[in-house]
């Protein structure tokens, strides 16, 4: 095998429960399963038996107003709390049903199985930069993790990754001028001189993070209408999702339509610690 260096982990960012604010980390495990304790939990609409998503603003953009952290104790509880309140409680406690219901305005509960055909509606981006994220538009229903271990709460692969060259290009052409890697979501985020969206040629290939961990990209990532939403204290910024569906509309897949991308999604071949810095190599075989 040889390697070429691609640059260093810049961030590792963990979301113990889908939808909400997730966590900065300096070290974490990677399983097949991903990110240890990524999307560990969801919240569950005990109306229609669908799974919580801000990718549909109009009911469920209150989730980002929370935030969700997981202690390094083995079998810890997850711990919400309002972003701007400092008090957390604890998944599993009907308290915090009660608190999220509240907040959302609809019936909930946290689940940490997604049920059998589980399923979440995705808002159609284009139709909410057009309406805003309070009008009814379009939805797609989303199956759960197809290029994913069964059983969790992923919208397709385990891991999501971006690299510092593209969220400095979206930045650089946002009216703003700066853009938060939050509202993208990634688990890694790559420091990299490479071109922005670079990733999006990523398709197939394999890295090397760090001593042991190996990933392979599978995709690039569609975009939905979450980084456009207000997340805890950030404001709502349309041109988060508006710059790419302008400047970088590609196919995720080959077949499909092109839409606005940003990062990549990863399976992992080789499970191992990922740390900040950790170098990422390229993996080729010689002939």
Same mark, same amino acid.
Request: proline share 9%.
């Given at each position: 095998?040889?390697?070429?260096?691609?640059?260093?982990?810049?961030?590792?960012?963990?979301?113990?429960?889908?939808?909400?604010?997730?966590?900065?980390?300096?070290?974490?495990?990677?399983?097949?399963?991903?990110?240890?304790?990524?999307?560990?939990?969801?919240?569950?609409?005990?109306?229609?038996?669908?799974?919580?998503?801000?990718?549909?603003?109009? /009911?469920?953009? @209150?989730? $980002?107003?929370?935030?969700? #952290? +997981?202690?390094?104790?083995?079998? %810890?509880?997850?711990?919400?709390? !309002?972003?701007?309140?400092?008090?957390?409680?604890?998944?599993?406690?009907?308290?915090?049903?009660? /608190?999220?219901? @509240?907040? $959302?305005?609809?019936?909930? #509960? +946290?689940?940490?199985?997604?049920? %059998?055909?589980?399923?979440?509606? !995705?808002?159609?981006?284009?139709?909410?930069?057009?309406?805003?994220?309070?009008?009814?538009?379009?939805?797609?229903?989303?199956?759960?993790?197809?290029?994913?271990?069964?059983?969790?709460?992923?919208?397709?692969?385990?891991?999501?990754?971006?690299?510092?060259?593209?969220?400095?290009?979206?930045?650089?052409?946002?009216?703003?001028?700066?853009?938060?890697?939050?509202?993208?979501?990634?688990?890694?985020?790559?420091?990299?001189?490479?071109?922005?969206?670079?990733?999006?040629?990523?398709?197939?290939?394999?890295?090397?993070?760090?001593?042991?961990?190996?990933?392979?990209?599978?995709?690039?990532?569609?975009?939905?209408?979450?980084?456009?939403?207000?997340?805890?204290?950030?404001?709502?910024?349309?041109?988060?999702?508006?710059?790419?569906?302008?400047?970088?509309?590609?196919?995720?897949?080959?077949?499909?339509?092109?839409?606005?991308?940003?990062?990549?999604?990863?399976?992992?071949?080789?499970?191992?610690?990922?740390?900040?810095?950790?170098?990422?190599?390229?993996?080729?075989?010689?002939?």
């Amino acid at each position: 095998m040889t390697a070429n260096r691609l640059g260093s982990v810049a961030a590792l960012w963990r979301y113990p429960v889908k939808s909400m604010l997730g966590e900065a980390l300096d070290e974490a495990a990677v399983t097949e399963s991903g990110l240890d304790g990524d999307r560990r939990l969801a919240v569950l609409d005990v109306a229609t038996g669908k799974v919580a998503s801000a990718k549909q603003p109009r /009911l469920w953009r @209150g989730l $980002l107003m929370f935030r969700a #952290t +997981l202690a390094a104790a083995e079998g %810890a509880p997850v711990r919400i709390r !309002r972003h701007d309140d400092r008090s957390c409680r604890e998944a599993g406690d009907p308290a915090t049903d009660a /608190l999220l219901s @509240g907040v $959302l305005g609809r019936a909930v #509960t +946290l689940i940490d199985t997604p049920p %059998a055909g589980a399923t979440l509606d !995705r808002a159609r981006p284009d139709q909410v930069l057009r309406d805003g994220v309070t009008a009814e538009v379009d939805a797609d229903v989303v199956a759960f993790g197809s290029a994913s271990p069964p059983g969790a709460f992923f919208d397709f692969a385990p891991l999501h990754l971006v690299t510092t060259a593209t969220l400095a290009r979206i930045a650089e052409l946002s009216p703003r001028g700066r853009v938060e890697l939050q509202r993208y979501r990634p688990n890694l985020v790559l420091d990299t001189t490479e071109e922005p969206f670079a990733e999006h040629a990523w398709a197939g290939r394999e890295w090397r993070v760090g001593p042991e961990l190996v990933l392979r990209v599978v995709a690039s990532t569609p975009r939905c209408a979450v980084p456009t939403l207000a997340h805890g204290p950030l404001p709502g910024d349309a041109d988060a999702l508006r710059v790419p569906s302008v400047h970088h509309r590609v196919p995720a897949l080959p077949g499909r339509p092109a839409e606005p991308c940003v990062g990549v999604y990863a399976q992992v071949v080789r499970p191992g610690r990922v740390r900040l810095g950790d170098s990422v190599t390229r993996q080729s075989t010689i002939p």
